[in-house]
């Protein structure tokens, strides 16, 4: 399949469509008034609006006017209020639950019933976004020459063997790594993919730094979906309005941050996750709560299931200086290290045909440069079932 099959990578924000003149060629009061305009497009009207403490105001917003109902093909789109089933697990393995995890805006109220918590977009997120030659969007006049995601990127994760899956669940510990470079960043995630090349299909979540996307070197918690290759229009989280992602929970902000997170050789904080197709729609569910779908209408090929799930993690190394980066992959320590030092993912599971959990067979790993990031397997037979050590500090003696 290729390096794009075993990897497959997240592209950064989205360049505005405004008019050439509101950056640079026109005057600041005609700059502000666009800025204003993009202000009112991306943020809906809020029936209550909660400041957390990290800098984020969380706009409640009504559930039938969130940002998913802008896109073209959501238009007539009947919301799935809840998923008709949960899968089991066909696991022998009895997993204790993760403690629930929370966001900082919780400190400061929650949203009432019927409406959605929204990250509110400000100005300086438009500004921020401009100067790095994106935001919310990536368009194109033409058609471009397909170029590979991954490049830049680089990846320790885990690959099941090309089958038919309907979704995946697991337990992830969750880190603030060190980001070096503005434009770099640091995630732990699981893709859910089909096809290849221009006319890949994936979904995907976990938790990720990112200064570019969020201003900030946060952990928070997203979601992401790209049905052509990562080209042309790509959103994270509810960031725009073709985000295309359905959220359901007034609980849970897709883009806002996680506390507390894991402290080396200490505590131990961690995010258990669920992806499953229900029907037409895609489900996540963080914990015990189901937070919302993707609408399979969205994806050329997802909608049969996948045919390929990966586990792990993923930066960018920009080659500051002409030197590897020193961007963090998850605690920033290698695999060897395991319990307490390195990251990992516990209780690996996926969705098969009959909508049950089970074990993946003959998942394998790989890592793309282990002497900056490593990947390991754990023992067998534990009360963790199938599960991996994997992470790395990037530049370093091996790893110049």
């Not at 991954?150 to 995946?168: P, Q, V």
């Not at 992401?224 to 994270?236: E, I």
């Not at 506390?259 to 996540?284: A, C, H, R, T």
């Amino acid at each position: 399949m290729g390096m794009a099959g075993f990897v497959v990578a997240l592209m950064i924000m989205i360049v505005v469509i405004i008019s050439p003149c509101v950056y640079g060629e026109g005057s600041s009061d005609h700059q502000e008034i666009d800025v204003q305009k993009l202000l009112k497009r991306f943020n809906k009207r809020a029936l209550k609006s909660i400041k957390s403490e990290d800098g984020d105001i969380i706009d409640c917003v009504l559930l039938t006017s969130q940002p998913a109902f802008d896109h073209p093909l959501l238009k007539n789109h009947t919301i799935q209020m809840r998923p008709s089933f949960i899968p089991k697990s066909g696991s022998k393995y009895i997993k204790k639950k993760a403690k629930a995890i929370t966001q900082i805006w919780h400190k400061n109220g929650k949203c009432p019933g019927n409406t959605v918590p929204v990250r509110r977009t400000k100005k300086e997120d438009i500004l921020r976004a401009q100067a790095a030659v994106s935001f919310r969007k990536k368009t194109h006049q033409s058609i471009p020459e397909y170029k590979d995601p991954s490049l830049g990127h680089e990846y320790a994760i885990m690959n099941s063997r090309d089958g038919k899956f309907f979704g995946t669940g697991f337990t992830i510990n969750v880190w603030n790594p060190n980001v070096q470079e503005f434009r770099e960043f640091s995630l732990a995630q699981t893709w859910l993919v089909s096809g290849e090349g221009p006319n890949l299909n994936s979904i995907e979540a976990g938790w990720q730094v990112s200064q570019q996307i969020y201003g900030d070197s946060n952990t928070r918690l997203f979601v992401f979906w790209t049905n052509n290759g990562y080209q042309g229009h790509l959103c994270y989280n509810l960031d725009c309005p073709d985000h295309g992602f359905v959220q359901t929970s007034n609980t849970f902000t897709v883009g806002g941050s996680l506390n507390p997170v894991s402290q080396y050789d200490g505590d131990q904080k961690e995010l258990s996750m669920l992806i499953w197709k229900d029907g037409d729609n895609w489900w996540l569910k963080i914990g015990e709560e189901p937070v919302g779908y993707w609408p399979s209408n969205l994806f050329t090929s997802l909608g049969g299931g996948a045919t390929k799930v990966q586990w792990g993690g993923e930066i960018v190394n920009k080659m500051t200086n002409g030197k590897h980066t020193t961007t963090g992959m998850r605690s920033g320590h290698f695999a060897d290290e395991e319990f307490k030092k390195a990251s990992y993912f516990k209780n690996i599971m996926i969705v098969d045909e009959a909508n049950t959990l089970r074990e993946p067979q003959g998942i394998f790993p790989f890592a793309s440069n282990d002497k900056c990031y490593s990947i390991k397997v754990g023992a067998s037979g534990t009360s963790w079932g199938s599960h991996f050590f994997y992470g790395g500090p990037g530049q370093n003696e091996n790893c110049p």
